[in-house]
């Protein structure tokens, strides 16, 4: 993964000298050894490891990391010559912020002014390369993780309590917080200027919906293979190159045009369980089969969880719960013992084109919010609500009770902390420190937000920020960091975004069918099998094992222990949690011991007191 840090300050002279730079720039090579770009002056200093252009001159100093690029104009043209930073400066120069909107690609960067007057960072439109900042000490701190930051003198690593009651509600911590108090991330396609010693964030890129576009459907698939073709193409630039293929529509895609765009086979990478359930792997070999892969499986043990456990906490630079991180990193390291230096990846195609089954849920309670409210209150529910309570009768009771709560609420109604009680989870004290509502309140303003109408774009916004920025992406990065393996995203190349942005919402969601257009579209280029399966993934098998793999269990119920000490989470709760619920509901219950299990694992491996 490599990354991106430095400071600024905007005084006559900077804080820290060329060492603190260094030792800043060993935080971001840790796993891969990347040579390392470092440039700094009086006023500040930046280094760049891996996929990175640095450049500098009387004006300004510029880094990009990632795979940036101008679409066309003479800024591409200098790009080519002299590379994207030197690009980025002579834009800047005469366009000043607005250049960022001509920048696409995976890509941070940092400008910063030699006279010491303005600084500006930036992330890419999906969120798909971090970067954190923090003021210390009057300068403005910033890397592609936090760990970065904390190497700059001053730097202090305080535990934001609100994070942490956040992460157990969404199983990482939204941004633009962190896990550490005074410390924020950008959020996707937003910039920060720094500017005499104050600080603004804004967007310069926002995902705007057309709902009212009507094209020829041939015309449509035409333009959404061809963006397709160019997305894979774009990413598969350099390296050795192979796939992720869980088997399931996205990563089929990309492992079929990877081998057509290259005009060989395409290599590709499968992850395996031994789980009733939880087993893609023949679905995987349906699309390796189909398209004439060079295909390679590995079965993910209970002993492999054991072993990746610790190392998957310590290279998340905050608490993170997704328990498919495991099958992700193996995944990867599959592929760099085979020796491919760059994996694609299909994430991104559920948020942009309909993919999840909540969204088809979503549209029948819409059935019922829709109706006019004199007509639900004065008549269906005054019958509705007689007596009895169960059958069908209490069927329609729960539907009516679900579909009458509000969006994003009605959204999020699952939610396991919600579903247990927050009281019962965490300690009074604890619960005396945060605000409970501040998780509805952060979905709520980002739902009210999203520039759309339709129920399905709004609810694609919400996801593209919260299940694919600050969820998916992360942990398919850093399972490849970690793995020595860079990953990059086809599905969210800006031709792909484009396209999904201007997709009538019936051709995304039609009734209950999932990605309607996309599906059709690829009818005739992916087996049939897969156009009709339901969504799986790499979900781990972790409750299950939980109950029939002894040190899988021992290491969760020490960790558990251990953070029973720590006055977060109720002892109580805990022992409950892992004596009666995992026993009862093991794939239901298994969910929390992984969330406050990870915690811990990451609170002990980043020896942070919370």
């Known amino acids: 993964m490599s990354g991106l840090c430095g400071w600024f300050h905007s005084g006559h002279s900077g804080p820290a000298g060329p060492e603190v730079i260094a030792g800043m720039a060993a935080t971001i090579k840790r796993f891969d050894g990347s040579t390392v770009h470092s440039v700094s002056t009086d006023f500040g200093a930046v280094a760049a490891a891996g996929d990175a252009s640095v450049f500098q001159d009387g004006e300004r100093l510029v880094a990009v990391w990632g795979h940036a690029r101008f679409a066309d104009g003479g800024l591409a043209a200098l790009a080519q010559r002299h590379g994207v930073a030197q690009a980025l400066a002579q834009g800047y120069a005469s366009r000043g912020t607005g250049v960022l909107a001509e920048l696409s690609g995976a890509c941070a960067l940092a400008i910063l002014g030699s006279r010491g007057d303005e600084a500006v960072l930036a992330i890419d439109r999906m969120g798909t390369r971090p970067l954190c900042y923090s003021v210390v000490r009057d300068a403005l701190v910033f890397g592609s993780t936090l760990d970065a930051i904390s190497v700059f003198p001053g730097s202090t690593a305080e535990i934001n309590r609100q994070a942490l009651y956040d992460y157990v509600y969404f199983h990482m911590v939204p941004g633009p917080h962190t896990i550490h108090a005074g410390r924020q991330r950008l959020l996707p396609g937003s910039f920060l200027v720094w500017r005499n010693g104050k600080l603004e964030t804004r967007p310069y890129w926002e995902m705007r919906y057309l709902e009212n576009e009507k094209r020829p459907i041939p015309e449509l698939k035409r333009d959404f293979l061809a963006a397709l073709r160019e997305g894979v193409r774009e990413t598969a630039q350099g390296g050795t190159v192979g ?14 045009i990877l081998g057509e765009v290259t005009g060989r086979p395409a290599r590709t990478y499968s992850i395996g369980f031994e789980a009733q359930g939880y087993d893609e792997m023949g679905y995987a070999r349906i699309a390796a089969r189909h398209f004439g892969t060079q295909h390679h ?27 498919s991180a495991v099958p992700s990193y193996f995944c990867a390291k599959l592929a760099r013992d085979d020796g491919v230096d760059v994996l694609l990846g299909g994430d991104g195609g559920d948020e942009l084109f309909g993919g999840n089954e909540r969204y088809a849920k979503q549209y029948l309670y819409s059935l019922y919010s829709d109706l006019p409210h004199a007509l639900r209150k004065g008549l269906i529910e005054p019958l509705a609500f007689l007596p009895p309570e169960i059958g069908l009768p209490g069927k329609v009771q729960r539907y009516i009770r679900n579909a009458s709560l509000p969006m994003p609420a009605r959204y999020d109604n699952y939610n396991l902390l ?29 739902y009210g937000s999203a520039r759309a109408h339709s129920l399905i774009n709004r609810m694609l916004a919400l996801d593209l920020r919260f299940t694919l920025a600050d969820n998916d992406l992360p942990k398919v990065t850093r399972a490849c960091e970690l793995a020595g393996v860079d990953v990059r995203f086809p599905l969210l190349a800006d031709a792909v975004v484009s396209f999904s942005a201007a997709l009538r919402p019936r051709l995304k969601l039609r009734g209950t069918r999932l990605r309607y257009f996309f599906k059709e579209s690829l009818r005739g280029f992916l087996p049939e099998e897969i156009i009709t399966k339901t969504k799986h993934g790499f979900g781990l098998p972790f409750g299950p094992w939980l109950q029939t793999h002894r040190p899988l269990r021992q290491l969760a119920l020490d960790s558990l222990a251990d953070l029973k000490r720590r006055g977060i989470v109720r002892p109580e709760f805990i022992d409950e949690l892992t004596s009666t619920h995992v026993e009862s509901h093991a794939g239901y219950y298994g969910t929390m011991v992984w969330v406050l299990m990870m915690l811990e694992q990451w609170l002990k491996h980043h020896r942070v007191a919370a």
């Open 243 to 256: 796939a992720f293929l869980s088997g399931g529509t996205d990563s089929s895609t990309v492992a079929g």
């Open 297 to 323: 499986e590995y079965y993910v043990t209970p002993a492999d969880v054991v072993s990746a456990i610790p190392r998957i906490a310590e290279i998340h630079d905050q608490p993170f719960g997704n328990s």
């Open 418 to 446: 919600e579903r247990l009680g927050a009281d019962n989870i965490f300690t009074p004290g604890f619960l005396g420190t945060i605000d409970q509502r501040q998780p509805r309140r952060v979905m709520e303003e980002a």
